[in-house]
């Protein structure tokens, strides 16, 4: 912590639930890889903790291109979950940002309960896992392809079965795209989550209306970027208000004024994601930018942020 | 791979909608291979939000400058076009790998298709300084004679040059894969190298495997990050999945992809 002349260092230190960060700056699931790329461009010390990009049980090709399209301050995605799989991740992805001393999320996604039960497992079992956060916007196989996260019921099932595999902090990451955020909440809370990430993209689509083709090859996609902002703040807020849950608050963050919006509608911590894509050091700087808000605003501890807003 | 802002130092017009544009990145011109690109921010809100990849045309390290062909076709080539030497851009770069050493040999040939010609130049550039042993034959195709830009570049860097329009405004009529066909007849290339629209570089591929020779391609595809982080930028691989262009190219083995899926 850099403390200015005069003015008291800032201590940007949080806790997650159970879980203590350095920082309350994360990064977006699947927009920092599994955090080799960025190391030449954002200073990761500075971050609380790296996410990685989704892990499935087995290795997965994702989607054919093109997987990406951008939109008006935002852009689509269909990746479809291309990983190296869980063993690889192990063997080659795990070792090495263990041993640089991150704090390391590992995102787990599956077809069914059974592969995040799995997972969970292995994960628990594995040096170096600070955290696992659930990506529940999957399709469950087993359920007709419904996404997990649609429904509370299915959701607390899936929760309860991860929960009993593993003792690590367990972060439920859930999908926008229900028409009511709050019953999913309390579902995943109720269902032994520790926190929870808001948001995870919103499901969206471009047209080329010459081609009167899909700009994507998966047709739709998940849509993020400052675009998303509102959305996410409003649902941060909305389940804040409900259950004052631990909130990792995330969609369209750019600056550090941002982030402290986040915090404000009652994230506990924040994540930029799409942001990386645009200024390769967003991350460091988003918690450099947040650390001098909050000197601006005579804040000691970052953590006073947190649901502060005045309505 | 440095992230760094660079003063624009020129910005030209050279044919309809193509800018010849140079920035002062001392440090891109010392690092930068022919087959990198450089990923631009065409401007500072979050309208358009990503940065835009372009590949290197030249480097000149003597003075710092690199530069960049840049062809109109959205809004953020628009942007970009429209900036005056003094503006300042924020790039990323060199990113990618560049073009493999020439295998051994007497001659390579260089096909390019239009904006596809820039990256070759600087391809051709460093062979006759490098590898100057060899002899570079260079193609370079163009829908007609008016955006046929950068042929004297290209052509100062060859030892051979032949050029093709579709309407033969300009040097043979045709298509620069019609003429690499006839000299793939003739001659024994140690590799041929192709930068250009799908359609040309699948051609150009089919060519060199049919007369043995190796063949290595640049490929465009949208990109967010750039550095191999958000798997969007992906082409399909020989034997199933999937390639970064960003990061595991832009330059390929043309055995590497699968050309079924990737030219449709
Ligand atoms: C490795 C590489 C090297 C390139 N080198 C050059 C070059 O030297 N000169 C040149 O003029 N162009 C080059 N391109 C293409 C250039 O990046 C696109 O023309 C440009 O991104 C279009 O942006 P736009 O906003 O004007 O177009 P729009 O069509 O409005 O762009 C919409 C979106 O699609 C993307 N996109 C559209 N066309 C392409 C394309 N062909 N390749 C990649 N992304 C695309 C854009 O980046 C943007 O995200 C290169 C592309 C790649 C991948
Ligand atoms: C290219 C891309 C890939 C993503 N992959 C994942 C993923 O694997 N798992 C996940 O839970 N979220 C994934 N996300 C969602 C982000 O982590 C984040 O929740 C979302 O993009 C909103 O934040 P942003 O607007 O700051 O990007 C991905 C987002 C993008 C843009
Ligand atoms: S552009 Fe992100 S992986 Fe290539």
Redesign the pocket.
Same mark, same amino acid.
């Given at each position: 912590m850099r403390g200015e002349a005069g003015l008291p260092p800032v201590d940007m230190s949080v806790k997650v639930g159970p879980l203590a960060l350095p920082s309350p700056v994360l990064v977006g699931s699947g927009t920092f890889g599994f955090g080799e790329e960025y190391a030449p461009y954002c200073d990761l010390a500075r971050l609380g903790a790296i996410v990685t990009k989704a892990v499935t049980l087995r290795p997965r090709e994702g989607n054919p291109g093109p997987r990406?399209? +951008?939109t008006a301050a935002g852009m689509l995605n269909a990746i479809g979950l291309q990983n190296p799989g869980l063993e690889r991740f192990l063997a080659e992805k795990l070792p090495p940002l263990v041993a640089a001393g991150h704090v390391v999320i590992v995102n787990i996604a599956g077809h069914d309960v059974e592969e995040y039960v799995k997972l969970a497992g292995a994960l628990d079992a594995a040096k170096g896992v600070a955290a696992i956060e659930v990506n529940v916007s999957c399709p469950n196989v087993s359920r007709g392809g419904i996404e997990f996260g649609r429904d509370p019921a299915v959701l607390g099932e899936l929760v309860r079965a991860v929960r009993g595999a593993t003792r690590l902090p367990l972060i439920v990451k859930l999908s926008p795209n229900v028409s009511d955020i709050v019953p999913l909440a309390a579902a995943a809370m109720e269902a032994g989550a520790d926190a929870l990430s808001l948001i995870n993209t919103l499901l969206g689509m471009a047209i080329d209306a010459r081609q009167r083709r899909p700009r994507l090859a998966n047709v739709t996609g998940g849509l993020s970027g400052p675009a998303i902002k509102p959305v996410a703040l409003r649902m941060v807020w909305q389940v804040w208000q409900a259950l004052r849950p631990p909130i990792i608050g995330m969609g369209g963050i750019m600056t550090g004024e941002d982030a402290a919006e986040f915090m404000l509608a009652g994230a506990a911590a924040v994540a930029v994601g799409t942001a990386n894509f645009v200024d390769p050091t967003s991350a460091s700087r988003v918690a450099a930018e947040l650390e001098d808000f909050c000197r601006g605003q005579r804040i000691n501890h970052v953590s006073e942020l947190t649901g502060g807003l005045q309505v | 791979m440095p992230h760094i802002s660079a003063r624009l130092t020129w910005n030209e017009e050279i044919g309809p909608g193509h800018h010849l544009m140079a920035a002062h990145a001392p440090q891109i011109a010392a690092a930068a291979r022919p087959g990198q690109?450089l990923h631009v921010r065409?401007g500072p809100t979050h309208d %358009?939000l990503?940065r =835009?990849?372009?590949?290197v045309?030249r480097v000149d390290e003597a003075s710092g400058q690199v530069w @960049? @062909?840049?062809?109109?076709?959205?809004? &953020?080539? =628009?942007l970009l076009a429209g900036m005056a030497p003094g503006a300042v851009l924020d790039v990323m770069g060199p990113l &990618?790998c560049g073009f493999p050493e020439p295998p051994p040999g007497e001659e390579v040939a260089l096909v390019a298709g239009g904006?596809g010609v /820039?990256?070759l130049i600087f391809w051709a550039d460093r062979i006759q300084t490098t590898f100057s042993h060899i002899r570079v034959v260079s193609i370079l195709g163009a829908a007609t004679e008016d955006v046929m830009v950068c042929w004297l570049d290209l052509a100062a860097r060859s030892d051979e040059f032949y050029a093709t329009t579709e309407d033969g405004s300009a040097g043979e009529r045709g298509l620069a894969s019609d003429a690499l066909r006839g000299l793939l007849a003739r001659r024994n290339f140690a590799a041929v190298y192709a930068c250009g629209p799908r359609g040309m570089l699948k051609v150009c591929a089919e060519l060199a495997r049919g007369a043995g020779v190796p063949c290595f391609v /640049?490929? +465009?595809? /949208?990109?967010a990050c750039g550095v191999g982080a958000c798997l969007g930028?992906v082409v399909p691989a020989a034997g199933g999945g999937y390639l970064r262009?960003?990061s595991d &190219? %832009?330059v390929f083995a043309a055995e590497a992809l699968d050309w079924e899926a990737l030219a449709t």
């Open positions: 990406i399209w +951008e | 690109f065409v %358009p990503l =835009r990849p372009f590949s045309l @960049l @062909l840049v062809k109109v076709v959205g809004r &953020g080539t =628009r &990618g904006c /820039a990256p /640049a490929v +465009e595809e /949208a990109m930028c262009v960003c &190219g %832009p």
